[in-house]
């Protein structure tokens, strides 16, 4: 009886041991698929309509191809990770529900959708050009890889409508949530 009592321990032992290591292994490798995104150089932030209250938002549960549309409250959906990038005035956002970046891939009057971002800096269609309008407030997007800006369609801004792209900008206020 001894004996079975030492060998069930000792195999308890190693079980735990192993657990212990594959648990240090899967908290390393998080810990570098997170470093890749440089998460450390963002700053949460919510985007908001300039002339409203509505702003940028995700669906409840994002997936890959989501469109974004506008909300009409400051939650878990409406923030967004503000990432610098190595280009000056450049900036790719996140959103903090799921990791997905802020893509444009379309023409004029397309719906800006959530991609998985690409490493550092994202794709050219995840990064957005800063235009200053109020100092530290207001700001204007434009994207790298189409050319046009963020914005919302011209018979809106109204409760889940879609946020686009276009040739003429909109002001969008950036304020920590």
Not at 58 to 64: G, K, S
Not at 82 to 109: D, Y
Not at 153 to 174: C, E, F, H, K, R
Request: net charge positive; with cysteine.
């Amino acid at each position: 009886m001894r004996r079975l009592i030492i060998m069930l321990a000792a195999g308890l032992l190693a079980a735990a041991t192993a657990l212990a290591t594959v648990g240090v292994a899967s908290a390393g490798a998080t810990t570098a698929s997170h470093a890749s995104l440089n998460l450390g150089s963002c700053t949460t932030v919510t985007i908001r309509l300039m002339s409203t209250n509505f702003f940028i938002g995700t669906p409840n549960h994002p997936v890959t191809g989501d469109a974004v549309f506008l909300r009409t409250k400051n939650n878990r959906n409406t923030r967004w990770l503000s990432c610098g990038t190595n280009h000056m005035g450049v900036r790719s956002f996140l959103s903090l529900n799921g990791l997905f970046a802020l893509t444009s891939r379309g023409g004029i009057g397309a719906a800006v959708t959530l991609e998985p971002r690409n490493g550092g800096d994202g794709f050219l269609s995840q990064q957005w050009t800063r235009n200053v309008i109020q100092s530290g407030r207001v700001f204007q997007y434009q994207n790298r890889k189409t050319g046009l800006w963020l914005r919302v369609p011209n018979s809106g801004p109204a409760l889940g409508q879609i946020v686009t792209t276009g040739n003429s900008p909109d002001n969008w206020v950036v304020v920590a949530p």
